[in-house]
């Protein structure tokens, strides 16, 4: 059903309405982000982008009383003073929550937190899929929320954030303190689940200001102030230690840079904007925790696991490739090239597009494709090799050069002496195109030194994977293989688990400071106490040499 179709509408009094939320309290504003159902995008995408155009630029005539019922929710658009109120509340109420246990920020914090996104877990999914994410995509973020609250993280955290030692008569601890005001700018792509991941900064013991971004507010508004505000609330945080506006980015990361009160910020978006804001942040005084591109190589030796290793690859598809830490690359034995493509050619021609509720469907609309055809193109003319895939599609799977899906596309590029001249090889497509590149055949002590070779010169460093059997090898690959914040062996590349880190890296996905990224260890830093009952200082002074000479 169309735009023009609407069997229903509703009063604005009934839209699922959220303020921007500052100090604890909803602050309201003259101007509206208006989120649209993305069955209906489906359905006539223009159509409704017109819609939510006109909507946003509140022409009287345009936004009677009642709303049609392809609007699902609005958010306030913040001005400039509510986000400099953001700011001020955050550094106001940050020395405050700092100070508070971590009994209460840590253990107490994730475990409210873990309840309540398991009693909300449904409705979640539910939002993530009326702003577009396919029903198994949501199901994948809220695991993840699950496991960066669950307990065996929490317990990990806890013993990052204080250590203790006995020496003499004096007690010992390194401990980490947080670093003040961090402020979230979350990606288009994955916003909800990406504040759920700074989320983890308040444990630190700072205060946080997050950016809702208008291409996708509503998730992040409402796990915010319906999942996180109220555990705060019960365990008596001031006010200010959440703050939630909505905007756009440039203007609201020039008042994060400007404002003196701001320690920290965490920056999603691409290499290239990310480097540079990285710059900036470091004139400016701040910390940069930079969340980039990625550029995943997944190895595939001769022992592995074929099957599998297929079923993983197929993860690359997922959100139709706009996903940064989906497999982007495979590298293969010229043993086991042959079944690992026509296993995994077979699974890629079953995965089709669809909407977002249905539980099978993994690919969402791809509205801008001219750059994945211009780096198809560069494959085939530089010796790839077409597998499946390649074109243009309808919501029915029907080829279609003006579809605003993308079939899942999967090269056969011959030999690592050349793969990286592809673009499609050496940078983040954040397409459905999985280039194979399969090694030029030698012994295989060679080839695993060759393979460790290809996967420590990528740019980028997010995450890896190895599928093989051999403990030699495998030993052999995770010793030498330093690039990237995660690396994983016979396990999808995707999925979750506890304590290990769900995103950051190395390269152009981490920046300068790129490493794995906890939240709540980049958001602080290491100080070391001692308690005594009162030690003379100058044996003090000389205690090591006293203990050795006398």
């Known amino acids: 059903m169309g735009t023009g179709q609407l069997s229903r509408s509703i009063p604005h009094q009934d839209l699922r309405t959220y303020y921007s939320y500052v100090n604890g309290e909803r602050r309201e504003s003259g101007e509206w982000v208006y989120v649209v159902d993305s069955n209906a995008l489906l359905d006539d995408v223009f159509a409704t982008l017109r819609l939510k155009r006109r909507l946003e630029q509140g022409r009287p005539e345009d936004t009677p009383g009642e709303l049609p019922d392809t609007v699902v929710g609005r958010v306030a658009k913040a001005d400039r003073d509510t986000v400099e109120l953001a700011v001020k509340a955050a550094a106001s109420a940050a020395p405050e929550w700092g100070a508070v246990p971590l009994d209460t920020r840590v253990d107490r914090f994730a475990e409210l937190l873990h309840r309540r ?16 994410h396919p029903l198994p995509l949501a199901r994948w973020q809220v695991s993840g929320m699950l ?7 929490a317990a990990f955290y806890r013993s990052q954030m204080l250590q203790e030692f006995r020496h003499g008569e004096r007690r010992l601890q390194v401990r980490r303190r947080p670093d003040g005001v961090v ?84 920056y999603f978006g691409s290499s290239e904007n990310g480097v540079r804001f990285e710059q900036r942040c470091v004139a400016a005084g701040k910390k940069p925790i930079l969340e ?75 509205l801008r494709n001219e750059k994945f055809f211009t780096c198809l193109e560069q494959a085939l003319d530089n010796g790839a090799e077409l597998l499946t895939g390649g074109h243009a599609m309808q919501l029915d799977g029907t080829r279609d050069p003006h579809g605003i899906f993308l079939e899942p596309t999967v090269l ?139």
């Not at 990625?294 to 706009?322: C, H, I, M, P, R």
């Not at 999808?492 to 400071?513: D, E």
């Open 117 to 132: 996104i398991s009693e909300n877990a449904e409705q979640i999914a539910a939002v993530l899929v009326a702003e577009g």
């Open 147 to 153: 496991e960066i609250f669950g307990p065996r993280s």
């Open 183 to 266: 402020c979230l700018n979350p990606p288009q792509n994955a916003p909800l689940s990406s504040a759920m991941l700074g989320a983890t900064s308040i444990m630190a013991g700072n205060a946080l200001v997050v950016r809702a971004p208008r291409s996708g507010p509503l998730g992040v508004m409402y796990v915010l102030q319906e999942i996180v505000a109220p555990v705060l609330d019960e365990l008596g945080a001031p006010g200010g230690v959440l703050n939630a506006v909505c905007g756009d980015p440039a203007p609201m990361l020039s008042v994060w840079l400007d404002s003196p009160e701001v320690d920290d910020i965490i």
């Open 292 to 366: 980039l591109a990625g550029n995943d190589v997944v190895t595939v030796w001769k022992d592995a696991d074929v099957e599998l290793a297929a079923e993983a690859l197929t993860e690359s598809f997922y959100g139709s490739g706009q996903l940064c830490m989906i497999p982007n690359q495979v590298v293969v034995h010229p043993d086991v090239a042959d079944r690992l493509t026509e296993e995994l050619v077979r699974r890629v021609r079953e995965i089709r597009p669809g909407r977002p509720q249905d539980p099978e469907v993994l690919l969402t609309p791809v």
């Open 412 to 550: 056969l590029v011959r030999g690592l002496a050349h793969a990286r001249e592809l673009d499609a090889v050496r940078h983040e497509t954040f397409f459905p195109l999985l280039p194979v590149v399969v090694a030029e055949p030698a012994d295989d002590e060679t080839l695993l030194d060759r393979f460790v070779s290809f996967v420590e010169s990528n740019d980028y460093g997010l995450r890896n994977s190895l599928w093989a059997r051999d403990e030699r090898v495998v030993t052999h690959f995770t010793d030498r293989v330093t690039g990237g914040g995660l690396l994983k062996v016979n396990d999808s590349h995707i999925g979750f688990l506890p304590c290990l880190p769900t995103h950051g890296g190395t390269g152009l996905t981490g920046g300068v400071f790129g490493e794995a990224n906890y939240p709540i260890l980049r958001t602080s830093h290491v100080q070391g106490v001692s308690f005594s009952e009162g030690s003379r200082p100058r044996e003090a002074v000389f205690g090591a040499w006293r203990e050795l000479f006398g």
